[in-house]
Each structure stands twice: as C-alpha cells, then as structure tokens.
C-alpha cells in the first residue's frame, strides 16, 4: 500500500510577513486583505502552505511577537471576519495557514501580566516569573537578554521585586512549572485550529522551560542559557500539546529551535514533540557565532556543510535560507555584483532539491535583497536598536560605526522591507502612504514581481520552474538523501525514489570548479549551456541517473 503522506511532507512553505506584504487599504501597513488579493499569485507560484507571522493583537513593540490577546486579530490587519474569509479563500485555491505561535512570552500588556502586576495575590502571577532581587540593587540572577542588556526588569512600585524577560521589557516570559497556564496554552491552540488552521510554527520553541534560575555561566551572549534551553521538560509539555491537541485536528508542529545540536534535534524528533525543526548552525556561515554582530568571511562550506549534515543526522528538515529573522540570502551567500541571477537561482536549486519542506519567505522568490542604504533613522527592529545602543555603550562607538556592524550582520529590517510588486510608487505595496518601513530602492531596478514575470530568465520565473519540477516530481518530494564528497564550495547529493535516482550538483562559489561531467539526461539547470568537466559560477544541475 501506498504511503499516506501529510500536507507538510508533499507542500512548500511560504512565509508571510503580514506588516510588509500586501497594503489593500493604503495605510502604510500590510493586511490580511492584501493578502488575500495576492492568494492566485501564490497558487501560480505553486505555493501548498503559508505560515503568518504574527497577526494577534499587539502593542507591536517586537512587531507582533509580543502578543496581547491570542483570541483576537489585530486591528491594523484586519478583523477576525478578515481571517476567516482568509481561510475561505486559501481553502478554495488549496492552500493551508499555518500561524506563528509565540508561547515562550506574552506582552506587557496582556490581560494576565496586567493584573499579575496590579495584583500580587491574582493566580496569574504564576503565569510569569516574578522574584526578589538579591541584596536591594541587584536582580535574581545573572542573565542577559538576547536583544542585549539584562534580563530582568525591577517593578517600581514592589520592594526589589523583578519580572523575567529573556527578549525585549515588553515581552514578559512565561512560567511553565504552572499546570494552569499550560491549560490556557491548550485552549489558544484548539481555538485556532477549530477556526481551520493547519499547524503552528512555534517561535523559540527551545527555551520555554526555565528549569533553573540559578546564575549562568559567564559568556558573551545568552548568559543562563543552559538554565533554559532544550530542557528535558520542555520536549514533555510540546508531547502533551501534541497529544491532547494537535494529533486530534492533523494539525503540525514546526519549531524554532535556536542553539539546538543533533542529540538535541533527535529528542525532538523522537519524542514527537515536534514534526520538524529550523536549525540556525548555517545561519552563522558569515557571521561570529558567539558575537553574531561581528561578520566573517562567507565560505560556501559553512552553509553547505551543515545544511547536509542535519538532513544527514535527523532525516526530515525544515529547510529555509531566510526568514524574518535573517537577512537576505541573495546578500549573503550570492554575489550581486557579478553573478545576481545566477547565484539566486543556485540558492532556489540548492533549497528546493533538499530532502525536507522547503520554506520560502516573501520576495525571496524575486531576489529581494538587503538595503545597505538603510539607516539607524530608518530602522524599526527592537533588537537592531537595542544592540546598536550597546555596542555604543560597551566600545565607545558612534552611532554611525556601531549601527554600521549591526547592518551588515544581524539588522532584521532587511528582510522586512515591503514586498516589491512593481515599479510604481512604493514598489506597488500601496498606493502612495509612506509606508511602516523604507522602501528598498532595489525595486526600481527590476527586482520587482511585475517586470520579472516579463522576463524568462527571471528569478521569479526560475522559482515557479523550479517548484513546480519540485511539487509534480517524487523523488524531490519523498525520495532519500545521500550526501557525495565534492569541492568543498559544491553541494553535491543523490535523491532516490522507487528505483528513480537524481544526482543534484550546486556550485555555490563565485569560481569556475572542475568537476567530472555526467553523461546523462539534464532535468533542470540554471545555465543553458554547459561546459565538458567544468562547473561554472553558481552552476546548478538536477541530473537523472
């Protein structure tokens, strides 16, 4: 009998940014109904699932990763009717959504915390992590946040009471070790997926169980991180969502799943409590892993190697280059002086030949690229900000030379630019509102959504080839993986499926490599002309064996 497969094992992924995709009512901030309007242009794409980022109610200090309410749709989006007929819509083309399940924190401002602060005696003060501090100026412990600074904020009107927030102040973390919270987290989910929602793409996933508050050991960044992250617990209660939940709709479960390694990944995987995971090791092939603010050199192995080597160990990825987290992968890993298409399309034959889902964040499909114009005037992300400001503090740097190592490494703004639809004012995001956040001027040179669907060498029309070999093609979607020793800036791997085999080779590197030439039927490439035992610049070949 044929195996039965689940969405997320035959469907690309299409991550949204709701703030930065679609503008139908010329606010200057994106909708679900322009996303809505853009539903046939992702059924073109060949588009199975897209994942939302957050669209819950929000003050939007962490741009929605700091939820207020997980029961109702923030007004600059639209309103819960808007969802629904969203769903409707997606359901008509046969489209899944998939929403961003942010549970490791609430905002300052939900109805909990707020009354957990008013009132030290409310049963929601066990939702968070509320302490004393030790002696009368210091906090409870020795944590640091991930945007910067300490990880504890003193209530002013308590005598040397703290709250725990390992992100921004505003987003205050949750208190597993609460029976009834975890209750509450139940009931968010069934809400949501009675709605018709596929799944959940669960925001750091890793390090929702504090198992410890003690002092962490001293490091550069994250300090208490081995108090928080990948805790046995914390694969328990993601089991107990599973089981009480997610398993009785068919729903799924991907993670972020920041500071993970093998051991780590298998438990996951093993124990159910997730369908797949991000991992981040390939997320540092240009920068400092232990001060990401500091860039190195790319080398195509850095992101070859461990992208292969997950799907080597674990079997099942989620495979993705950028997100809204990272910057764009044509800025990093291509070259877009010399080789832009070329290297574009290298990057979309390397993502969507891997065995796992494939997930593509909004204009990565059109070469959208980072906006090294941008600046600190111009930028909305908190941690960008605030890592700028410290970096300011800690080496006695100017603004300009401090925001200058934040741009080039870790500014989340670049990939949230507005989407670029066309040449017309505002890149086609609106009709003429400034928008939330600047405008890439990429836009006026084509990188744009209309003009490439006019060109046939186009990024755009090589992505729809692509995912469209990608959907209709077996061994892509299901077959094995089985890694081949090549130069170190060439991807190289043989997919097989029921006695079908294709040999994938992918030089990532800007030099031509040589390379023995297979004599056999070529079923997708980004050159057209190939050369005798010689792989070109950003040369991508599928072969049929």
């Known amino acids: 009998m044929d195996k039965k497969y689940q969405p997320f094992e035959e469907r690309i992924v299409y991550q949204i940014y709701p703030l930065s995709f679609s503008d139908s009512n010329n606010d200057g901030i994106g909708d679900i109904n322009g996303i809505i309007q853009k539903l046939d242009y992702l059924k073109d794409l060949g588009i199975g699932i897209i994942w939302l980022s957050p669209i819950y109610k929000s003050p939007l200090k962490d741009n929605g990763y700091d939820i207020s309410d997980y029961y109702d749709i923030n007004p600059l989006f ?42 030290p005696s409310s049963k929601y003060r066990k939702y968070y992590y509320f302490e004393k501090g030790k002696g009368k100026k210091r906090p409870p412990n020795n944590w640091t946040s991930t945007f910067s600074g300490g990880a504890w904020e003193k209530i002013e009107n308590e005598d040397n009471m703290y709250y725990l927030h390992l992100f921004s102040k505003e987003q205050i973390d949750l208190n597993y070790h609460s029976e009834e919270l975890i209750e509450e987290i139940e009931k968010i989910l069934k809400f949501w997926l009675e709605k018709g929602v596929y799944g959940f793409r669960c925001d750091v996933i890793n390090r929702i169980y504090k198992s410890s508050l003690k002092n962490g050991r ?16 914390n694969y328990k209660i993601l089991e107990r969502l599973q089981n009480n939940v997610l398993k009785k709709y068919g729903a799924f479960l991907v993670g972020e799943t920041f500071a993970i390694n093998y051991e780590d990944g298998k438990k996951f995987k093993e124990t159910g409590a997730l369908d797949m995971f991000f991992e981040f090791d390939h997320a540092f092939s240009d920068q400092n892993k232990i001060v990401p603010v500091f860039k190195k050199k790319f080398k195509p192995k850095n992101l070859i190697n461990p992208v292969l080597s997950w799907i080597e160990e674990i079997g099942w990825m989620a495979n993705y280059l950028e997100n809204h987290d990272q910057r764009r992968s044509v800025s990093r890993y291509g070259d877009e002086e010399h080789f832009y298409n070329l290297s574009a399309k290298a990057l979309a034959t390397f993502l969507l030949s891997l065995r796992g889902t494939p997930f593509i ?20 992300d908190v941690s960008a900000i605030g890592v700028t400001n410290y970096l300011m503090k800690l080496l006695h740097l100017s603004k300009e ?82 890694r081949i020793k090549s130069n170190k800036n060439v991807a190289k791997f043989i997919r097989e499926y029921e006695g079908n085999k294709y040999l994938v080779v992918i030089n990532l590197s800007n030099k031509k490599i040589k390379d023995i030439r297979e004599d056999k039927e070529i079923l997708i490439s980004n050159y057209e002309n190939h050369s005798l035992n010689i792989l070109n610049e950003y040369e991508a070949i599928i072969y049929k064996l």
């Not at 629904?84 to 905002?107: C, F, G, P, Q, W």
């Not at 004012?425 to 990188?447: C, M, Q, V």
């Open 78 to 119: 639209g309103t819960m009717e808007d969802f629904d007929n969203l769903i409707k819509e997606a359901k008509k083309r046969d489209i899944y959504i998939v929403m961003d399940l942010v549970i490791n924190h609430t905002s300052n401002e939900h109805p909990w915390f707020k009354e957990a602060l008013s009132d």
């Open 218 to 233: 001293f490091r550069l960044y994250e300090i208490g991180r081995e108090h928080y992250i990948n805790q046995d617990e």
């Open 361 to 380: 964040y909004q204009g990565e499909e059109i070469g959208m690229n980072d906006d090294k114009d941008m600046k600190y005037e111009d930028v909305n």
């Open 401 to 482: 030379k401090a925001f200058k190592l934040v741009n080039e490494t870790t500014n989340r703004d670049h990939a949230r630019t507005p989407m670029q639809r066309n040449k017309d004012i505002n890149a086609g995001f609106n009709n003429g509102t400034k928008p939330w956040l600047k405008i890439n001027e990429s836009y006026k040179k084509g990188i744009n959504v209309e003009d490439e669907y006019k060109v046939e060498d186009s990024i755009l029309n090589y992505y729809k080839k692509m995912i469209h070999f990608r959907n209709n093609d077996d061994v892509l979607k299901h077959g094995s993986f089985k």
